[in-house]
């Protein structure tokens, strides 16, 4: 009988006690032919994750040419045999959101001319996630994107944390959304002194169900921010709330639609006990810091005396290192699904947690056909 993978994922493993069964077995399983693994960025500091992927396979990373032509335009070539394998893209995603997009595509469809079996993207932060709803008459370009992927020829994707879990359903094809609160917690068990002495915090309504699981896993109180202050994606039109074109129609006497009451947010406030506490604020995303900030000052004001942001993925854009390293944040720790070298060289409070492990582990259970459900114990939806 096959020895099972050993994954506790009660706890994360850091780097530096991974344990040796799952070293054995990924060691073992990359020695098996039959499989690929590329990288589809042009630039070097988005390939680092791809290189410890790859060491951990114990498998080299595929040979091809990224690059950009004088003119924009993106050119991809495929430079060793895939016909008949399974091949795994992995993309990160830096600040040209469009141009890694392209690379991702023309890669895939490279690949799929080359008669590769299978084409596996890896892509740890899914682009355009946020815009996976209708905005007044705009778009779900999310729905766009999850098409044009299928088109050019990928048939599974291994994706960290959707901003909407519900994307997965833009799919054809298998989606498996793996989840980083386990190494966040181990981060918060190992690194964070007197957490015992900590609140989870939902800097919004909306992040409170992320915030409760989070809570409960520690054993810890849990406090949501509510107010004014805050801004969600719920308190953006939408076409529903569009009023009707008016035209030359016949209206009926005497029929009136209820006249909507306008939405009024509540002052400030913050449901739960922060005095004299560490506060964590858990969220998906880190992008525009201002309403972080903002949390932080809250936080500040009702008695916490440090305040930590633990987020999946850091894209930390604009000038969110000079607001971090300003503002009354301790301390801000993402994931490395996203390249941010550049803003922690900005700003000394950016910590990183790598998640190249999990990542590592689900290309060898897809290539092999194992079982994804090991990777999702101790995991609940709300995550």
């Known amino acids: 009988m096959p020895r099972k993978l050993l994954l506790p994922y009660k706890s994360v493993f850091s780097h530096s006690r991974v344990p ?40 080299e990373l595929g040979k091809s040419v990224v690059y950009q032509e004088t003119n924009g335009e993106t050119r991809v070539e495929i430079k060793e045999s895939v016909r008949g394998q399974d091949v795994f893209i992995i993309q990160t995603i830096p600040r040209d959101v469009n141009t890694a997009v392209m690379e991702l595509l023309i890669m895939a469809y490279a690949l799929k001319t080359s008669c590769a079996k299978n084409i596996i993207g890896v892509i740890p932060y899914f682009p355009y996630s946020k815009q996976s709803k209708m905005r007044k008459r705009g778009s779900i370009v999310c729905k766009l994107l999850a098409s044009m992927l299928a088109k050019a ?14 994307i997965q359903g833009f799919f054809s094809f298998p989606v498996d959304n793996l989840r980083a609160s386990p190494f966040l917690l181990q981060y918060i068990q190992e690194e964070i002194p007197d957490y015992r002495n900590a609140v989870i915090v939902a800097k919004s309504p909306d992040a409170a169900k992320r915030a409760q699981s989070y809570a409960e896993r520690l054993r810890l109180g849990l406090a949501v921010i509510h107010g004014e202050a805050q801004c969600t994606e719920q308190d953006m039109d939408d076409g529903r709330h569009s009023p009707p074109t008016v035209k030359n129609t016949t209206v009926h006497t ?126 609940t939806v709300d995550d």
């Open 20 to 59: 040796r069964g799952l070293h054995d077995s990924l060691a073992m399983n990359a020695a098996r032919s039959g499989y690929r693994v590329f990288s589809a960025n042009s630039t070097s500091a988005c390939t680092e994750l791809a290189k410890k992927i790859t060491e951990r396979l114990g498998a």
């Open 254 to 379: 005497g029929l009136e639609l209820p006249l909507m009451m306008a939405k009024e947010k509540p002052p400030i406030t913050v449901v739960g006990d922060v005095g004299g506490r560490i506060a964590i604020i858990v969220d998906d995303i880190i992008d525009d810091v201002e309403s972080f900030v903002a949390a932080a000052e809250i936080l500040k004001e009702r008695g916490a005396y440090k305040i930590f942001i633990m987020a999946t993925h850091g894209l930390l854009s604009a000038d969110a290192p000079r607001l971090i390293e300003e503002s009354s944040i301790d301390e801000v720790v993402v994931t490395n699904t996203v390249p941010h070298e550049v803003q922690k060289l900005q700003c000394p409070k950016i910590k990183t947690v790598d998640i190249s492990l999990i990542l590592s582990e689900a290309i060898r259970r897809i290539h092999n056909g194992e079982s994804m459900a090991y990777l999702f114990r101790n995991i």
């Open 153 to 166: 020829g990928l048939s599974h994707i291994i994706t960290m944390d959707l901003h909407q879990k519900e």
